[in-house]
């Protein structure tokens, strides 16, 4: 597919996945939210790892608020993104209270760096929550556009979940040579481990 048609594809795509998120209910959502944070708090993979990597979680995105609250009550570390001013790049950084947090690029809660610990280096044992307007059956994403996410798990070496509420998964997306992959896809229905890179999966 030409890149024009590609891009035309994909935000067509993403106004379409968006549509179907902003018509849950506050009730529906919650419920669906539920769902998803049990699946994830039940994988070996979350259950093994010591440092959880996740997005802030904003209006109809699937939640992380309290999935965040709950990798804290875990005793887990956390560390969540920041972007980079004037790139498409994003750097994490560790946080223990949600007052770190304050609204920054395009909206989003993001971490305060003179309050927190820049995160140098993420270990193969951590798993690294992915968001996204939809996810295929090969675990391919239609994030929103930026690249700031495909650029950050070229490099990432721990276990890369993707998160998304059932009504929003397809069964092929359009991709590019630059789209990434995630290991695990999560939603409200199902947990699918698409590339296993553990033998034991969720009990």
Not at 177 to 191: A, M, N
Request: aromatic share 10%; glycine share 8%; hydrophobic share 30%.
């Amino acid at each position: 597919m030409p890149v024009r048609d590609l891009r035309e594809e994909k935000n067509r795509l993403r106004k379409r996945y968006r549509s179907i998120r902003d018509g849950y209910s506050g009730e529906r959502k919650a419920e669906l939210d539920g769902l998803i944070l049990k699946r994830v708090t039940e994988l070996y993979q979350y259950r093994s790892a010591e440092l959880i990597l996740t997005y802030v979680s904003k209006g109809s995105e699937t939640d992380t608020y309290e999935l965040i609250r709950r990798a804290w009550a875990d005793g887990k570390r956390v560390a969540v993104p920041r972007c980079v001013d004037g790139t498409r790049l994003m750097h994490f950084y560790l946080i223990s209270s949600e007052d770190q947090l304050e609204k920054s690029t395009f909206g989003v809660m993001e971490p305060r760096t003179e309050l927190c610990q820049r995160l140098e280096d993420a270990p193969a044992d951590s798993i690294c929550i992915v968001p996204g307007m939809a996810f295929d059956s090969e675990g391919y994403r239609l994030g929103y556009g930026k690249g700031y996410y495909d650029r950050f798990l070229s490099g990432y070496k721990g276990i890369k979940a993707g998160i998304c509420y059932s009504d929003c998964i397809k069964w092929s997306l359009p991709r590019g040579k630059h789209d990434k992959p995630v290991d695990i896809l999560i939603t409200d229905r199902f947990f699918r481990v698409i590339h296993p890179k553990n033998q034991e999966s969720s009990r």
